[in-house]
């Protein structure tokens, strides 16, 4: 017996109207130890439990038969099952039925075990609709555009979309070919591909462009012909089914015009080559004439006036292009300057400051010829109809208009076309606004800023790296931000990022000061805390210098975040005076902003600042920024963070791609103060990398420590530098056991160099001196100064450790 021919004794008593019956199938949830949980009318109906007697007993003891233990142990692998199951009703018969089952997890999370729902249909009183009727209903009112065909490629049913499209009935359809219903060569394309899926019973798809009657374009489709069968396998026709691919296929290509946009606008910084490029690209897939015109002043260089231009508006013609040979529309030559009145499509667009799209009339053609006879003439004799005015802007300036116009394409301009237009124009009038500033600014911005910022990132291994550097005012180009990346002792690195407050040559000065005094005391290997606590007094001077200078109060103040970075032990040291916060991305995806004391800004003197230390996994993100990038006219500093967690999340290609994307989400407009941004990705060095020995403090053991050292160096396949580091670990560990203290500690790492490390309980540093000519010593570190790329001390928590960096010789 199954679940259907059981359930039919209950029909009766189900509710009529409502089509949806919530009994019609039994339900029932099972927890992880087996027990029902759950039970439901369509349960009660299918098996004659009520809910009481049910719930709280085993499940197995539903089964008439016990299920294969194999497939008991399936189940804990599986999110879903389906089968038939035999099971026993209240009354002790057996009946068979259609089961599916559905693990559910726990709300909580927890390890408790996972639940089962299980669900099993009970059959319902016949449609008063026969299937038929119903599928034959389905086809027509379908929304996909449908036809069905004989073996004969004739007609036989059309649905709704399919009449509404083609513009004919489906009576006055049938029995007619595809070609004879739509006259356009494509349609023997079509019926190629019917006739192909009649003999191998295979779908077949086809790509068509085809200009439909009633249509005013044309349209593009995505087919498929599908052979419809019968009970024993015999193709009796053929099904099409059609796509309207048409605005996928428009988007496509404005996206391909907008990479071809990109590659070719702006190849030079000659403007009217630029421009050129700009009407260029346009044709013919924008428009069938373009032509770009600036304001008179941009070519010398200057800033136009502020607002919109005083009418009759001015416009140098620079560049211009056109469908037809020789450009015959064009009436004002390049170089020429034109007056163009308020009335204009060209000067309202500037005077409103947006994009205009106008269809051509008669009137308006005629209202042209009134002051620009010459214009109107041109109009008329190529039949322009749809004409989009763009405004160039660039930087919150307007520098001119690009005009589309469509004489050839029959379909007038639409919103699309002018974000387009917008796009590509935009695009051209940075690339425009860029070659008019680059000969004023290259002696002033873009010298100035190439000495105060690194000129090259400086080679290291303990971190990828990634900048960016945007200047608030492009007149002066340069600004009180600044980053630096300073390679340290041991493999590490230090990671800047600085902000002086104001904009211009004073403010650039005292960048350079302070980068300058970070980098020398950074090579002094000071901690974060430390480094920021001196930099906090040079800006104190530095002040005090300004207020003597100029006679009156000549503050100066700062923020600054110093970071340094171990690839061996993974952790990374910040502090920060002031600066905002950096965030860290890890490799799993999430981003969070870490508690570093905030500290206070540099040049008030007097406040301590803290550091905090983080072991950070191989592959996270740290990224370093002024507070430009996430403060902004309209925008809180927390809905900036929010913005910056946001773009970090995402996967990207490369660390410039992600400095890319970041600008272009923060900062999409005009960037209203300076940004400086260094993102970094941490490497690590792991044990095949770092060899470390502990040294008992016994002057005999020098020689054992060498001997190991340079068994360490045969592991790696460094015989070559087997001679000054054992010269180097003698002297250091020498001098640790004689003066130092216990513990004392060998450490070897292979970098792009090899450094040599020893550190003991000792804060005496040592120092080179000149040694007498009978002086038994005096000698070691000064041979280990000439012998490799550098040597120094640093101090730690725990006493110092002296250093030694040799060059690995390439291979």
């Not at 007609?155 to 509404?164: S, T, W």
């Not at 079509?190 to 044309?218: D, I």
């Not at 304001?295 to 416009?315: K, M, N, Q, T, Y």
């Amino acid at each position: 017996m199954t679940g259907s021919e059981t359930a039919g004794d209950d029909r009766a008593a189900w509710p009529g109207k409502d089509p949806v019956v919530e009994a019609a199938t039994a339900r029932a949830t099972v927890d992880p130890r087996g027990f029902v949980t759950g039970w439901s009318e369509g349960a009660r109906r299918l098996l004659g439990y009520r809910s009481a007697e049910i719930i709280g007993r085993a499940a197995a003891g539903l089964l008439a038969v016990e299920p294969p233990a194999d497939t008991l142990r399936s189940l804990e692998a599986l999110p879903r099952w389906n089968g038939t199951a035999t099971l026993l009703h209240r009354d002790g018969h057996r009946l068979t039925v259609n089961l599916l089952a559905h693990r559910q997890e726990p709300d909580t999370g927890g390890s408790g075990g996972s639940h089962w729902l299980l669900v099993s249909p009970l059959a319902r009183p016949p449609s008063p609709l026969q299937d038929d009727a119903l599928v034959m209903r389905a086809f027509t009112q379908s929304p996909g555009t449908t036809a069905l065909y004989d073996t004969g490629l004739r007609l036989r049913r059309a649905n709704a979309d399919m009449e509404r499209v083609i513009g004919l009935s489906e009576e006055a359809m049938r029995g007619l070919r595809v070609s004879e219903i739509v006259v356009d060569p494509q349609s023997d394309r079509t019926e190629e591909c019917m006739r192909r899926a009649l003999q191998t019973g295979e779908k077949q798809h086809v790509q068509l462009a085809l200009h439909l009657t009633g249509h005013e374009r044309e349209s593009f489709w995505t087919t498929a012909l599908t052979p419809v069968q019968d009970a024993e396998g015999t193709v009796r026709g053929v099904l099409l089914s059609a796509q309207d691919m048409t605005e996928e296929h428009l988007a496509r290509g404005r996206l391909a015009l907008l990479n071809d946009a990109s590659v070719r606008i702006g190849s030079t910084l000659d403007l009217a080559r630029t421009a050129q490029e700009l009407a260029d690209v346009a044709i013919p897939r924008l428009a069938d004439f373009v032509t770009v015109d600036l304001l008179p002043a941009i070519e010398g260089g200057d800033d136009p006036r502020a607002g919109s231009p005083p009418g009759p508006v001015l416009l140098r013609r620079v560049a211009y292009q056109s469908v037809l040979e020789g450009c015959p529309e064009a009436v004002v030559r390049r170089g020429t300057v034109a007056a163009y009145p308020d009335e204009s499509t060209a000067a309202r667009c500037l005077i409103a400051g947006r994009p205009l799209i106008e269809n051509v009339t008669a009137p308006a053609i005629a209202q042209v010829a009134v002051q620009t006879p010459d214009r109107a003439e041109r109009m008329r004799r190529y039949g322009f109809h749809s004409v989009l005015a763009v405004p160039m802007r660039a930087r919150g300036i307007t520098l001119g208009v690009a005009t589309f116009s469509r004489h050839r394409r029959p379909e007038p301009f639409e919103q699309d076309d002018l974000l387009l237009g917008q796009e590509i124009t935009a695009r051209a009038a940075v690339c425009i606004d860029n070659a008019r500033r680059y000969t004023r600014e290259r002696r002033t911005s873009l010298t100035l800023q190439r000495s105060l910022l690194p000129q090259r990132l400086p080679p290291q291994a303990a971190v990828d790296v990634a900048t960016r550097y945007l200047p608030a005012n492009a007149q002066a180009g340069v600004g009180g931000d600044w980053y630096d990346v300073i390679p340290l002792s041991g493999a590490r690195v230090a990671l800047v990022v600085g902000d002086v407050v104001g904009h211009g040559i004073q403010a650039s000065a005292t960048m350079g000061r302070l980068r300058t005094a970070v980098r020398t005391l950074a090579d002094v290997d000071l901690p974060p805390e430390e480094l920021l606590t001196h930099l906090d007094d040079l800006v104190i001077h530095l002040s005090a210098e300004a207020d003597s200078a100029a006679g009156s109060t000549g503050e100066i103040g700062a923020t600054c975040l110093y970071a340094v970075y171990d690839p061996v032990s993974r952790r990374c040291t910040l502090a920060r005076a002031g600066h905002p916060v950096p965030a860290l991305a890890t490799p799993d995806g999430a981003v969070e902003f870490p508690d570093v004391p905030a500290g206070p800004p540099l040049g008030l003197g007097g406040l301590p600042f803290e550091a905090t230390e983080i072991e950070l996994p191989e592959g996270s993100l740290l990224a370093l920024y002024t507070d430009g990038l996430i403060e902004t006219r309209g925008r809180d500093i927390d809905q900036g963070l929010d913005a910056l967690r946001e773009v970090l999340a995402r996967p990207s290609p490369s660390l410039e791609s992600t400095c890319d994307t970041v600008l272009q989400t923060l900062l999409p407009d005009r960037a209203a103060d300076d940004v400086a941004l260094l993102i970094a990705r941490t490497r690590a060095l792991d044990a095949a990398h770092v060899a470390t020995w502990d040294v008992p403090p016994d002057p005999s053991a020098v020689a054992e420590t060498r001997k190991k050292a340079c068994q360490q160096l045969d592991e790696w396949g460094l015989d070559e530098a087997a001679f000054v580091t054992e010269l180097v670990v003698s002297e250091l560990v020498t001098n640790a056991i004689r003066y130092g203290g216990a513990p004392i500690q060998l450490r070897l790492i292979r970098d792009r160099n090899l450094i040599c490390e020893v550190s003991d309980t000792s804060n005496t540093a040592p120092h080179l001196r000149r040694a007498r000519t009978f002086d038994e010593g005096g000698r070691g570190l000064l041979l280990v100064a000439q012998l490799t790329q550098g040597w120094g001390t640093r101090q730690t928590y725990r006493g110092k450790t002296i250093w030694a960096e040799q060059t690995l010789p390439t291979t």
